[in-house]
Each structure stands twice: as C-alpha cells, then as structure tokens.
C-alpha cells in the first residue's frame, strides 16, 4: 500500500517556537502508533526562528534533540525566504503545528492553500479571527458568548507622546480597575502576558506586551475556575469532556504551563452535568463562529459563586506536548493519541478532497 505522505510542519517565526518542537515530537510519534506507520510516512519541515524553510533532514535532528537551531535572528537575503525544501512538493497533506504568529494566524494557511495542499486544521479565516484576541472577542459576543471586560490598546497609544500614555492608563484604571490582565493580542502559551495590580505594573506591563504586538488588549482579572475544552470535527464537531486546570502560581503562565508538576490538569473536571454541558455547547458554537476546522481548544473561566461561563479564547492549533489539555481531553473522551492524529489526517482530506 502507497503511504500517505504528511509534512509535520513546525518551529516558526514565533515566541511559541519551542512548544511547537515538543508538540511536533509528540505528532511525530503518534504518527508512528497504533498502526499510522502502516498508512503514514512522515515528512518533517522544520522553520526557524528566523523564517527560513529546513527539510527532513534538519528537521528530523530538530525532532530528536527537541533543541531549536541557532540562527541570527536577520536573514541575509529575503530571496532566500522563497526557497523550500525540494520534499515539500512530495508532501500529500500537511500537519502544521506552529504554535502563534506566523503559523497559527492564517499565514501558513494562506501558503498552504494557494499551493492546493490539503492540510489539517483551520484555514485563513479561522486562523486569523481565531488568533487575534481583539477579532477572536467581537466575533464571540456578535454569537452571543460571554466574556470578561476588556479594552483594546494600540502599540502606538503605548509609545506615543508622555501626555497621550497616562491618559491611556486612567482610562484602563476608570473602565477596568485592578488586577486586570494585559496580552498581546496574537499570542499564545501566556507569552507577554501580565497580571497587573497598580499603575506602576501597568505601565510597564504595556510595554512589555507592546514589544510582542501591534495590537493589545487589556481585561479585567476575573476571580474563576479555568477549564477548557476541546473540539473535534470540521462542519459538525464534537467537544470532548471538560478539564480543570489548577496551579499555585499567580496566574497560568508559561512556567506554570509547561514545567512538569506545576500545573493540575483534573479530566473530567468535576462540575455538575449542566454546567459541563453548557460549556460544550459554548465550545462547539465558538468553533463554527470562527469558522475552525479540524481542531481547536476553547479556555473558559467557570465562576461558581454567579455560575456565570464566560469564554476566554480559542487556540486553533493548540499545544500537543504530553502536558497539554488537548490530547488528554480527547484521550479521556475514548480517542487514544494516535487515533486523533489519525482522525485530523482524515478530516483535513475530507476538508480539502483531491480535485
Ligand atoms: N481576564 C482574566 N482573568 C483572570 N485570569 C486571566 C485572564 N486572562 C488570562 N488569565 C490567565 O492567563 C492565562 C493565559 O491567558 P490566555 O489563555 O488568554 O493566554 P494565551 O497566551 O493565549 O495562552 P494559551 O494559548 O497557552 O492558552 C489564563 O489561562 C489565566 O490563567
Ligand atoms: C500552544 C498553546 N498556545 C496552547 O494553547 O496550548
Ligand atoms: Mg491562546
Ligand atoms: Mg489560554
């Protein structure tokens, strides 16, 4: 039998670039399990933090050692960026899994489907609405969707001229109060994000979150359970059960989410049925507002004291390393590893059919 050919695409031009290693190295194996070797032969590619294309054979060494590869951080000659590794014509479906700007934005899905390569996950629209927080909340409320308080802030607000920038922080203090969260708004993995109780943390957490993105946003800190839950399918998904994640630190952060230990992940959360389902009809309709494919994880705050559910964000290409939500809530819903793996290779042919 003629095996498919599926290129494990993944590193990127991203402050997530090291998660994608360690999800690529979980892909990678599951696509040597529970029979996937016998249907799948796995092409990876591997981007640098610079944006540069490596083919299997770095991109296989990447995988082994889990170790980015040093490089500057300018690329010599933008030419250079047109050049792809001769194997990605070989490729029959592509498996991105960047994680954040240029890979899970629509950028990589944009490449992807003007070349007519079929490729597991959401395309530009869902990418794009998906990973930009801003866009990602006007959608949600427009499906009627609860959400936390937020404001959107401008990078040049944050680096404009000393009389526009206090202004900037009244407003945020008057409609937000404190302690209130500031993110880039295209990001993931709680990169760039800060959890702020006074004006002199704002100040600097703006900046800080202005070095990452154009655009910012900024939310009220809401006292909540967390849970997440993920989503399978393509025009009619599926949500999994509902997980819990706890952790001593302050918030969720990147420490907290990927250090063994730090973080609980309790699957299935204990929550009353009602309010398991709620969340899944909240997961589900999210999905379709944003026109996802494939996969996505949907984050949520529970507060319990009001039973009010507000969602917090959607993660298109979410996290796949052994620590992640994702695989763990499908593995708890009855779909091992390798069989998810499968089913995504599966639903990205049925998305893209050979024309
Ligand atoms: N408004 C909020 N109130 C309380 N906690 C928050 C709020 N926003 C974010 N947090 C905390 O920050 C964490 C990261 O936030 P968020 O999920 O929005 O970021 P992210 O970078 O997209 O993360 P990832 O993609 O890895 O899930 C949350 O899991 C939570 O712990
Ligand atoms: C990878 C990270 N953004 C996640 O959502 O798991
Ligand atoms: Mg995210
Ligand atoms: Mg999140």
């Known amino acids: 039998m003629t095996k498919l050919r599926v290129g494990l695409l993944f590193g990127g031009r991203s402050g997530e670039h090291e998660v994608s290693i360690i999800s690529a190295r979980a892909i990678a194996r ?36 889990g170790e980015a590869i040093a490089c500057s951080e300018i690329i010599e000659r933008r030419s250079q960026l047109w050049q792809f590794p001769p194997a990605a014509a070989e490729v029959d479906v592509w498996f991105p899994i960047i994680h954040g700007p240029n890979g899970e934005d629509g950028t990589i899905q944009g490449l992807l489907t003007l ?20 866009a990602m909340k006007d959608a949600f409320a427009q499906a009627g ?6 404001m ?3 990078r040049s607000e944050v680096w404009s001229n000393p009389c526009v920038f206090p202004k900037l922080c009244d407003k945020i203090e008057e409609t937000l109060g404190y302690p209130c969260f500031v993110k ?5 993995s709680s990169v760039g994000i800060s959890k702020v109780r006074s004006r002199s943390e ?4 703006l900046d800080k979150a202005a070095t990452f993105d154009r655009r910012l946003i900024v939310e009220a800190g809401v006292v909540a359970r967390e849970v997440e839950c993920a989503v399978l399918g393509n025009d009619q998904p599926k949500a999994s059960v509902v997980g819990e994640i706890t952790y001593q630190s302050d918030f969720y952060d990147y420490e907290t989410k990927y250090t063994d230990g730090k973080a609980q992940l309790h699957i299935p959360a204990a ?19 944003i026109d996802c494919a494939g996969l996505a994880r949907m984050d949520f705050f529970y507060v319990e004291a009001t039973g009010e559910i507000l969602i917090n964000e959607v993660n298109t290409l979410p996290g796949f390393t052994s620590l ?14 390798p069989e998810l793996v499968n089913r995504l290779i599966q639903l990205a042919l049925e998305r893209h059919p050979a024309s």
């Open 145 to 150: 969707l609860s959400q936390v308080k937020y």
């Open 271 to 289: 929550l009353s049925p009602d309010v398991t389902t709620q969340i899944q009809e909240m997961a589900v309709k999210a999905f379709l507002a």
């Open 30 to 65: 599951g696509l040597r399990e529970g029979g996937n070797g016998d249907k799948y032969e796995m092409l990876p590619f591997y981007v640098q933090k610079n944006g540069l294309w490596q083919g299997p054979a770095v991109a296989q060494q990447v995988l082994e050692t």
């Open 115 to 134: 070349m007519q390569a079929p490729f597991v996950g959401s395309g530009v629209t869902g990418s794009a609405v998906g990973m930009d927080k801003l």
């Open 202 to 205: 704002l100040e600097a957490a």
């Open 324 to 337: 992640s939500m994702y695989p763990q809530l499908w593995a708890a819903t009855g779909i091992p590893f």
């Open 152 to 154: 959107s802030v401008s």
């Open 184 to 188: 880039p708004a295209n990001l993931g």
